[in-house]
Nanobody, 124 residues
Framework: QVQLVESGGGLVQAGGSLRLSCAAS????????MAWYRQAPGKQRELVAA??????????DSVKGRFTISTISRDNAKKTVYLQMNSLKPEDTAVYYC???????????????WGQGTQVTVSS
């Protein structure tokens, strides 16, 4: 079994910061890309940021320029990905989900796994 457990969400005022963490555990051989998605009420789930095993990153246009340069990072040894969010706005309010592309054994296929989500609420 594989588990992705997010933490760090909560209530913050506009302009504030939060740091989300997501730790993967269980029967994991290797992890390829890891990413953060979010889903606001009544909207589709959207990509926020992604990072490859080698550290290459990609960000959604909606968050570029507001978050720090090192917004998404990972610790491969800990199987953990982080999302640092600064200058938060009310429109950033959503459930944030962790995603990992991983395989459970050598030679196995890579599959996408999701965390249960963590609520981020930004008050105006």
């Amino acid at each position: 079994q594989v588990q992705l457990v997010e933490s760090g969400g909560g209530l913050v005022q506009a302009g504030g910061s939060l740091r989300l963490s997501c730790a993967a555990s269980g029967s994991i051989f290797s992890i390829n890309a890891m990413a953060w998605y979010r889903q606001a009420p009544g909207k589709q789930r959207e990509l926020v940021a992604a990072i490859t095993r080698g550290g290459f990153t990609n960000y959604a246009d909606s968050v570029k320029g507001r978050f720090t340069i090192s917004t998404i990072s990972r610790d491969n040894a800990k199987k953990t990905v982080y999302l640092q969010m600064n200058s938060l706005k009310p429109e950033d309010t959503a459930v944030y989900y962790c995603n990992a592309d991983l395989r459970q054994h050598l030679g196995g296929a890579f599959s996408a796994y999701w965390g249960q989500g963590t609520q981020v609420t930004v008050s105006s």
